[in-house]
């Protein structure tokens, strides 16, 4: 694998850690925990991020449908924690397959966007989903740390 998607997958996965520390130790009344309005549980910020993964790198980098249903991601309830990490650990797997098959030339391919139809490259994809997961993960942490007050 070229170093640039083993040094991605590096940041992926720190970010991936973030996520697994936000979840240590946490309950289930944690997990389905809503700290206000217009935010998420910590159920609903992992399934998001793996959905989000599985569409962006799926969907649009490899071209295989992820089949997701994004706003059953928002509802997700009564997940146990080994099931939300387990669901961690596919995502990343998955990512790292696809990435796998990547060569340097593919950063500047276009792909077309299913849900919108509009052209991007797989670099601003890669670059959108550790954007992404990186904002979650933030949420994530914070979660954590309210519910513990």
Same mark, same amino acid.
């Given at each position: 694998m070229e170093t640039f998607f083993t040094d991605y997958l590096k940041c992926l996965e720190s970010?991936?850690? %973030?996520?697994?520390g936000a979840?240590?130790?946490?309950?289930?009344?944690?997990l389905d925990?809503?700290?206000g309005a217009e935010m998420n549980?910590?159920?609903?910020?992992?399934?998001?991020?793996?959905?989000?993964?599985?569409?962006?790198?799926? %969907?649009?980098?490899?071209g295989v449908p992820s089949g997701r249903d994004r706003?059953?991601?928002?509802?997700?309830?009564?997940v146990p924690v080994e099931a939300l990490l387990e669901k961690? %650990?596919?995502?990343?797997?998955?990512?790292?397959?696809?990435?796998?098959?990547l060569t340097l030339a593919d950063l500047a391919a276009a792909r077309r966007v299913p849900r919108d139809n509009r052209q991007v490259t797989v670099?601003?994809?890669?670059?959108?989903?550790?954007a992404h997961v990186g904002v979650h993960a933030g949420h994530a942490q914070v979660t954590h740390q309210f519910f513990g007050r």
């Open positions: 970010l991936h850690n %973030d996520l697994k979840l240590d130790g946490i309950g289930q009344e944690a925990w809503i700290p549980s910590l159920g609903v910020l992992v399934a998001h991020v793996c959905g989000s993964e599985g569409y962006w790198i799926g %969907d649009v980098v490899a706003p059953a991601e928002f509802r997700t309830q009564g961690l %650990d596919a995502s990343f797997a998955y990512v790292q397959g696809v990435l796998e098959s670099s601003w994809v890669l670059g959108h989903v550790l």
